[in-house]
Each structure stands twice: as C-alpha cells, then as structure tokens.
T-cell receptor
C-alpha cells in the first residue's frame, strides 16, 4: 500500500535559520510522483513542486530546495534562511503512477513550521 | 484568473440537515476531487471525477454523494450530516494525462455539524 510519513509534527526555528522537513514514502510502483504543498495560516493549499521517480536531481527554487533520494525513499524539503512568511503546514504527497488512474494524492500528516522573528 | 471556488467557506449545521457544498473551476479541467482534512490525518480523498458523468469513490466516501453534470462544477452533498463529518473540506481540479498533474485546490470549507 502507498503511504507517506512526515515524522516531524511541529518544528520551530528562528528567522534566518535553515530548516529541513522530512518526507518518507512507501510504494511498490516503479513509476510515481511526489509533491509538496504549503498550507499557510489562511488555509489554502499552495502547490510547491512535483517530481517523478525517474528524476533524482535535486531541485532549487530560490530559498527552497528538494532532495529526492530513491535509495532511502525520501523527498526532503529544505528552506534556507527561513522567514516568518514561511510559517505554515507543509504536506508531502504521493500520486498514483499514471494520471489515468484515480489521480489520487496520498498525503502525509503534515509538518507545522513556525518561524519566530 | 485561474481558480477553484468553493461555497460556503464556513458552515455550521445540525445533525441530519441536508447540505451541499459547491465547487467550481474555470480551467477546463477534466479531473475534480473532494478531500477532507482532519488533525493528525492529513487530507483524505472522498470522491473524484475523471470527467462529466464519471465519478468514483475515494478512501472515505461514506455519508457523502457527488455529481458531475457539468465539467466546471462538482458539488459535494451530505444527505444527513453527522458530527463525525465536522472537518475542513477541499475541492481540487487538474488536467489528466499519462502523468498526474498538480492539483489546484479551492480555499476550503470549514464544516461544523452539531
């Protein structure tokens, strides 16, 4: 069965610190997709990144970076020089291998990141 | 502006009183879905629709109904709400294809059933 584990329930850091949010997944599929979403205090879900299982290159977008390691089934998310606006709940999610199936996202339980000024 | 809208945003109701949460998207997406978010459980899929008149159950469909008569709309119906359906509900939409595209989420509907 597919499963996503975000073991860190809450993380608190001081502004400008770097922080890594962990995501470990389980799947028997050889082709799959991983996502990160951000849920700020206002409640909406904001898409951050999609990564497929064939692409193990790390990705960087501004202060955000993602480390995908197939060998350890992890897709970790690092925020460099955190800011108060980064305070949110972050969800990691795993998708069916092909969109023609259910297109369902399997979400982790989320990590609440609090960035203190 | 491309968006998914939900109404109402907040709703307090009583057990057994039928209600409908509307969802509409303006991106011509084939796929639409409903999730519920509960503390410690993340988001779980309730129902989804791959296109007009094509719907199917997700992981937690009990107590819910959906319909997809038009491509842009995907209402969620609670025929007889119960307190265990108190939750934050999200509608989502995306394109479909060989690879799963990112899903665009609505702003959420916070439902309280007393």
């Amino acid at each position: 069965a597919q499963k996503v584990t975000q073991a860190q329930t809450e993380i608190s850091v001081v502004e400008k610190e770097d922080v890594t949010l962990d995501c470990v997944y389980e799947t028997r599929d050889t082709t799959y997709y991983l996502f990160w979403y951000k849920q700020p205090p206002s409640g909406e879900l904001v898409f951050l990144i999609r990564r497929n299982s064939f692409d193990e290159q790390n990705e960087i977008s501004g202060r955000y970076s993602w480390n995908f390691q197939k060998s350890t089934s992890s897709f970790n998310f690092t925020i460099t020089a955190s800011q108060v606006v980064d305070s949110a709940v972050y969800f990691c999610a795993l998708s069916d291998p092909y969109g023609g199936a259910t297109n369902k996202l399997i979400f982790g339980t989320g990590t609440l990141l609090a960035v203190q000024p | 502006e491309a968006q998914v809208t939900q109404n109402p945003r907040y709703l307090i109701t009583v057990t057994g009183k039928k209600l409908t949460v509307t969802c509409s998207q303006n991106m011509n997406h084939e796929y639409m879905s409903w999730y519920r978010q509960d503390p410690g459980l993340g988001l779980r899929q309730i129902y989804y629709s791959m296109n007009v008149e094509v719907t199917d159950k997700g992981d937690v469909p009990e107590g819910y109904k959906v319909s997809r008569k038009e491509k842009r709309n995907f209402p969620l119906i609670l025929e007889s709400p119960s307190p265990n359906q108190t939750s934050l509900y999200f509608c989502a939409s995306s394109s479909t294809g060989r690879a799963p595209y990112e899903q665009y989420f609505g702003p959420g509907t916070r439902l309280t059933v007393t």
